[in-house]
């Protein structure tokens, strides 16, 4: 078992290089382009890390006050743009950052906010659920879910969250569960 | 036909329409609107080890997506999710901090990467292995910590099976599934199979077996009440392997490097993910475990004896512990007091009353838009003789979204006919725009 996960760092060392197959090093009159630097910055700045607010606050900063974090509005306008999918994506990321605001103590408090995110997540998978939506409901989810619990304080709020809900049992939500 | 006799019998049918549309337009008036979709099947989900709710929510969407909504007689399926989170992992966050974040510069607070880390990766963490070469050797040295934390914490757990008293909620919610005489599937992963296998004993003990099936996926014990898959590199139960017996194994699952991404995008390093491995469509597990929920959703039967309860757009289900004779009590918006004596309400009924022992109770409010009362309705219980210091047991459970609270208290002297807990405010609204209509908890 060792061994197998020993062998894997080869993996992701295949993943970090692999840009060497440009047709324009063939040419004796143009020197080969190097690729811009990936840095931090760039992977951000193109999406494919996630930009995000990283202040001690657990609630963040929510300037329009939609319910939604600054920084997850941005995340979300950059990743989707049917209409349909934002308002899901929406939905989901109030559902997510109404957790921050729970009392954890209050069983009932718990369970209303659980439901928020469970008709949430079901509105998901409607919006993201066709062949054609380009992306599975699950990797929406599971994103939005990650973006929002991004600090130790947050993270830590989340587990708790989970907790607290152990033991409690609920349904898929019946009909329509998108707002 | 001639022209005059033509233009007769057009008349008519133009006099014959006009007549009915009214008849159509009030028949449409008088129809009853049925708010609930009576559902005969249970498909109830033990989650696995370190589930977020959140995962939970997407498992049950998954399994709807693959399973749909009915079976293939039109008999409709309800999904229900009984949840259970996994102690001993209270360090977790505090961990990936010293053994990820700190062991890298670029990795410095991204927190966002400790879901996607625990299955070995996914696509931020390689777009970030770009920038160091380091992350593969931190990522497994976390993962060595973390399948090593999660094996002990199974082993504890199967050294300490669960029991349904500590559960009263999942237990609650079984009582009133069988007293509405459903039918039921349980499908467990990993440690859900140690309460799945709780849930399925206590079940088992009120309803025959062909109304009762359990699938057990990636199972975190020996012990089997239906069918079990097992992939061969699942090294989290390899690892339980050694300290304890599990199930044998049943399919080859392709090495890591070559496994294709399950539903969520990820690959699982561990090999243990519902939907990475044993949900994963382009893996012969996947197909194999969705081919054992399809068998038993199809084999499963309704019971021999006949429902006692309905389905509710919201019900309350009063069990207790022992003998003697406790009341469910419901005050309706309009007025009704529904108990024992007056069991037809105005918007409810109370359709199984019990006199001798562990009950259940069951009250429902109507399904019917026209019969169902908005407000306040108030629940309560009473020990009418013979219960004193038990453990009596309420759940409100909504058609909409399930339970929605289980309250216990321990029962006093007898009060008679006079509820002695108020246990919950239930408050059913409708929305004068849509029509919806829904049901919270205070």
């Known amino acids: ?179 | 036909m001639n022209e005059q006799t033509r233009k007769f019998v057009s008349f008519g049918m133009a006099l014959l329409l006009v007549a009915a549309m009214p008849i159509q337009a009030w028949a449409q008036a008088v129809e009853t609107r049925n708010l609930c979709r009576d559902s005969g099947i249970i498909f109830a989900f033990f989650n696995g080890v370190q589930t977020t709710s959140a995962e939970a929510h997407r498992a049950m969407n998954e399994f709807r997506r693959i399973h749909g909504n009915e079976r293939a007689d039109g008999e409709n399926i309800r999904y229900e999710v009984m949840y259970n989170y996994t102690n001993g992992l209270e360090d977790f966050v505090e961990t990936f901090q010293q053994r990820v974040l700190e062991q890298e510069q670029i990795l410095q607070g991204r927190f966002e990467l400790a879901l996607e880390l625990i299955n070995g990766g996914g696509a931020w963490w390689e777009k970030l292995g770009q920038l160091a070469t380091t992350l593969p050797e931190i990522r497994d040295d976390f993962l060595d910590w973390y399948r090593a934390s999660i094996v002990e914490s199974l082993t504890s757990l199967a050294d300490n099976p669960p029991t349904l008293n500590n559960y009263a909620e999942h237990q609650s919610r079984l009582d009133t599934w069988i007293v509405e005489g459903k039918q039921i599937v349980m499908v467990a992963h990993s440690q859900g199979n140690l309460f799945a296998n709780s849930a399925y004993d206590y079940a088992a003990s009120q309803i025959d077996a062909e109304s009762l099936k359990l699938v057990h996926i990636a199972p975190a014990t020996p012990i089997a009440n239906g069918p079990h898959r097992l992939a061969d590199k699942d090294l989290v139960i390899n690892a339980l392997r050694a300290t304890g017996g599990v199930q044998d194994i049943t399919d080859i699952i392709p090495p890591y490097l070559d496994r294709p991404a399950g539903l969520n995008g990820e690959t699982d390093i561990l090999g243990h993910g519902l939907l990475e491995i044993y949900l994963n469509p382009a893996l012969n597990i996947g197909a194999a475990v969705v081919g054992d929920i399809e068998n038993e959703l199809a084999a499963v039967q309704p019971p021999e004896i006949p429902a006692e309860a309905e389905t509710g757009f919201f019900t309350a289900t009063l069990t207790w512990n022992g003998t003697g004779d406790v009341d469910l009590h419901v005050y309706e918006p309009g007025g009704a007091h529904v108990f024992y004596r007056t069991m037809n309400g105005q918007s409810g009924y109370l359709d199984v009353d019990n006199t001798t022992a562990t009950g259940p109770e069951h009250y429902f409010a109507s399904c019917e838009a026209e019969t169902l009362q908005t407000g306040t309705y108030q629940v309560g219980i009473a020990n009418f003789s013979r219960a004193d210091g038990r453990t009596a047991t309420l759940q409100i459970a909504s058609f909409k979204d399930g339970a929605l609270g289980t309250r216990s208290v321990t029962l006093g002297e007898p009060t008679g006919d006079a509820p002695s807990h108020m246990m919950f405010d239930v408050e059913v609204t409708e929305d004068s725009e849509t029509g919806e209509f829904e049901v919270s908890i205070r």
């Not at chain 1, 349909?84 to 109030?94: G, H, I």
């Open chain 1, 1 to 179: 078992m060792k061994k197998e996960l020993l062998c894997l760092p080869l993996a992701l060392a295949l993943v970090a290089c692999g840009d060497n197959d440009s047709d324009t090093s063939k040419s004796p009159s143009k020197p080969p382009e190097t690729p811009p630097a990936v840095t931090l910055q760039s992977l951000e700045d193109s999406g494919e890390i996630p930009k995000l607010d990283r202040s001690a606050s657990l609630p963040g900063t929510d300037t329009d006050a939609n319910g939604i974090r600054d920084d997850i509005d941005g995340y979300i306008s950059l990743q989707f743009s049917d209409t349909k999918q934002v308002a899901a994506a929406n939905q989901a990321a109030k559902a997510n950052q109404s957790v921050m605001s729970t009392d954890l103590t209050n069983p009932t408090a718990v369970r209303q906010t659980n439901q928020l995110i469970s008709r949430a997540t079901a509105c998901i998978y409607e919006a993201f659920g066709d062949a054609n939506s380009g992306v599975e409901p699950a990797v929406v989810s599971r994103n939005l879910e990650a973006v929002t619990f991004n600090t130790e304080e947050r993270l830590k709020q989340y587990m708790e969250f989970n907790k607290a809900l152990d033991g409690s049992s609920w349904s898929l939500p019946e009909g329509n569960s998108c707002e």
